[in-house]
């Protein structure tokens, strides 16, 4: 499509060609009046005399449509370029990400034997182990685990059961109770084949399905575990002891089991809690 300059050039042109015409035959008419003085003239040229006037009005014209008649600003901006699109002023603020929302409840609740039973009750048949750990950090805490957890792949998230913890990030000596023992499901702290475990044939998983798994926060390779923490630990392994009738003797620590691991660390002593579970349930089977 022509632009508006394009349009206004071409007008210009056959104005030009109209002016000059005129011109010659401005010219042609003075020569008839020459000759006509001279009685030469043989006819009158009207024709001429008929663009003659038109050349007043084209001159006019011409004039009007002169490039001094436009607004110098106009014919600049008209000529301009367009701005490039990849320049952008540096004051413009960069987007910011939208934060990320608040992590949703991981469901862990409650503290103290009242929260120790699930809603819907302890399947007290399923359970007939119990695993100890310690978390291998002073700052962990059951979100942190959790969320360790998830990236692993595990979809139940937290893999324990109870997590108890030291005063760091957690409350010293508390009890968090984890999704699995709320709904009563299979732990993963434990992973073990099929084989003979304290003198007993296990199959394959057997400690994750069947076996309760505590975890206490801390690095018990490097520190001890708080005499809270020992407290709540020993009052909720007597607990399950009676509400599942779990022996002391099938308290276990997670490295006693694998023999792969260090963990609940050497300054975890899991003999001193089973002694401590069989005197806070002596009398009680
Ligand atoms: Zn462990």
């Known amino acids: ?24 035959n401005q010219v042609g008419g003075m020569v008839y009046c020459f000759r006509r003085a001279q009685g030469r003239a043989r006819q009158p040229p009207r024709r001429s005399i008929l663009l003659l006037r038109y050349f007043v009005i084209t001159a006019l014209l011409t004039l009007a449509l002169c490039p001094g008649c436009q607004s110098p600003d106009r014919r600049d901006s ?12 540096p004051e413009v603020p960069p987007v910011r990400p939208t ?3 608040p992590p949703a409840d991981d469901g862990i609740t409650g503290r103290g034997r009242a929260a120790w039973i699930p809603p819907t009750g302890i399947k007290k048949s399923m359970w007939r182990v119990i695993v100890v750990h310690h978390s291998d950090s002073e700052k962990s805490t059951p979100q942190s685990m959790n969320q360790w957890h998830l990236q692993r792949g595990w979809e139940n998230g937290l893999g324990y059961h109870f997590v ?4 760091v990030n957690t409350g010293d000596g508390q009890v968090y109770v984890g999704p699995r023992w709320k709904r009563q499901i299979q732990g993963a702290h434990c992973k073990t084949g099929a084989g003979r475990f304290f003198g007993l ?20 390779e490097n520190s001890r575990p708080t005499a809270k923490q020992l407290a709540a630990l020993t009052e909720l392994i007597a607990f399950l002891s009676k509400e599942c009738n779990i022996p002391a003797t099938a308290v276990y620590g997670h490295g006693e089991v694998t023999r ?3 963990c609940p660390g050497k300054n975890f002593r899991i003999a001193d809690v089973r002694k401590r579970v069989t005197n806070a349930t002596a009398g009680s089977h």
Do not use: H
């Open 164 to 167: 108890i913890g030291n005063g």
């Open 78 to 89: 008209s000529r301009l370029p367009e701005p490039p699109l990849a320049t952008r002023s």
């Open 201 to 220: 044939p296990r199959p394959s998983g057997f400690f994750n399905d069947r076996g309760i798994g505590i975890c206490l926060v801390g690095d018990f």
């Open 1 to 24: 499509m022509p632009t508006m300059g394009y349009v206004k050039n071409q007008f210009r042109e056959v104005l030009s060609a109209l002016v000059k015409k005129c011109y010659w």
């Open 99 to 101: 934060p990320p929302p």
């Open 260 to 262: 792969q691991t260090l």
